[in-house]
């Protein structure tokens, strides 16, 4: 009597039927950029940070909002900087040497953003982002994307997109 090969539908039945989980390993996945602000954390897509900058030096404008910092000299393009935590509406900080400068560019705008640290730049599966709770302090519901559990920390997924708007548009 020959024996029929077993095949890759055959496997994933016999995994259904004994209760145990198959994984999907072609999942999609998004790079994101991991940062703080103090105690909390927060993550852009990759796809709209195109660099990490350390150790610049910003040079102030009068005359500009207190969320721009002034401006930098990347290579001889002049960028803005602005502070993520005046945009959130945290308290500011004295600027610490693990500070980064974000380059962002959207559609709306390119901008340095200022943050306390960057923790981490990784691949995350598109199923580990969740929708935002509905606990969220009101001025971040129009700004966080969802929100991506990293080393036990709760991240929010800003949508840089809509802060650039938001800052343009002078809501910020």
């Known amino acids: 009597m020959e024996e029929r090969a077993t095949t890759l ?6 995994k259904r039927q004994t209760g145990g989980e198959v994984v999907n ?7 994101l950029v991991f940062c703080s602000l103090g105690e909390q954390w927060y993550a ?10 350390a150790d ?9 909002p207190s969320s ?7 290579r001889g393009d002049i960028e803005s900087v602005i502070s993520l935590r005046s945009v959130l509406g945290l308290p500011e900080v004295k600027i610490a040497a693990s500070s980064r400068i974000l380059l962002g560019k959207t559609s709306a705008m390119s901008s340095g953003i200022r943050v306390d640290c960057v923790e981490e730049v990784l691949d995350v599966l598109q199923s580990a982002i969740q ?10 519901r129009p700004v966080v994307l969802g929100i991506v559990m990293y080393h036990e920390h709760p991240v929010h997924l800003l949508d840089l997109a809509r802060i650039f708007t938001d800052y343009r548009e002078g809501l910020c």
């Open 68 to 74: 721009m910092e002034g401006v930098i000299n990347v």
């Open 44 to 53: 852009f897509y990759g796809e709209v940070i195109r660099e990490v900058l």
């Open 131 to 140: 929708s935002p709770p509905h606990t969220l302090p009101e001025h971040l």
């Open 9 to 14: 539908d055959d496997i994933l039945a016999r």
């Open 56 to 64: 610049h030096e910003v040079y102030y404008l009068p005359g500009c």
């Open 25 to 31: 390993v072609d999942e999609p996945a998004v790079k």
